[in-house]
């Protein structure tokens, strides 16, 4: 069984440029989350989207947002790209919404920006 | 709020040694609990977690983690450390009320000496 798959793993881009970031999550698994790492402020979660739909948000500006297909795939994006924005993103993926089982993470997109 | 706070952000243990890492939480309610490792380069691995169930809880690759309600506590342990051990370990909390989002500590990285 395949496990989360995020692309692209790294890219750079400079300030005020905005980048979409993807994610499939494990076959069958209809939660996606987001979680923005970076040394300064550890790991945070960004947004959980299930049924195509956001089901919890984090306390990121609304540069940051995200969206998921009808076959669960993922896509998050950051628009005008501020230097604070390299991070790790970090996508995970779960059955569903509702239940505290385990997140499987993908290997993360890093983001640089210059 | 559900918090998580991580005492130490790096350990240092000898190989055969004790490794101990500590986690305390904040939460409202009774929460779910994980342990999650990362390697370089890598996103995250569940190691273990505690969802009301047996107070102590069993993990992969030796770990385990015992839950203590009136201590707030959640700290793993591994009788003997090897030098594949060497990580960042990451203690986390969900809440039903929260949307079962997952709260992460700071972190804590362990080095092996052999």
């Known amino acids: 069984k395949a496990g989360v798959t995020q692309t692209p793993r790294y890219l750079i881009k400079t300030r005020g440029q905005q980048v979409t970031l993807s994610c499939s999550p494990i076959s069958g698994h209809r939660s996606v989350s987001w979680y923005q790492q970076t040394p300064g402020q550890g790991l945070q979660f960004l947004f959980e989207y299930f049924s195509e739909t956001q089901r919890n948000k984090g306390n990121f500006p609304g540069r940051f947002s995200g969206r998921q297909f009808s076959n669960s795939r993922s896509e998050m994006n950051v628009s005008t790209l501020e230097l604070g924005d390299s991070a790790l993103y970090l996508c995970?993926?779960?059955?569903?919404?509702?239940?505290?089982?385990?997140?499987?993470f993908g290997e993360g997109s890093r983001l640089t920006v210059l | 709020a559900q918090s998580v706070t991580q005492l130490g952000s790096h350990v240092s243990v000898s190989e055969g040694a004790l490794v101990l890492l500590r986690c305390n939480y904040s939460s409202s309610v009774p929460p779910y609990l994980f342990w999650y490792v990362q390697y370089p380069n890598q996103g995250l691995q569940l190691l273990l977690k505690y969802t009301s169930a047996a107070t102590l809880v069993k993990g992969i690759n030796g770990f385990e983690a015992e839950f203590k309600k009136s201590e707030t506590s959640f700290h793993l342990t591994k009788p003997s450390a090897h030098m594949s051990d060497a990580a960042e370990y990451f203690c986390a909390v969900s809440e039903i009320a929260a949307g079962n989002k997952l709260t992460f500590g700071g972190g804590t990285r362990v080095l092996v000496k052999p």
């Open positions: 995970a993926s779960r059955l569903n919404s509702g239940n505290t089982g385990e997140l499987f």
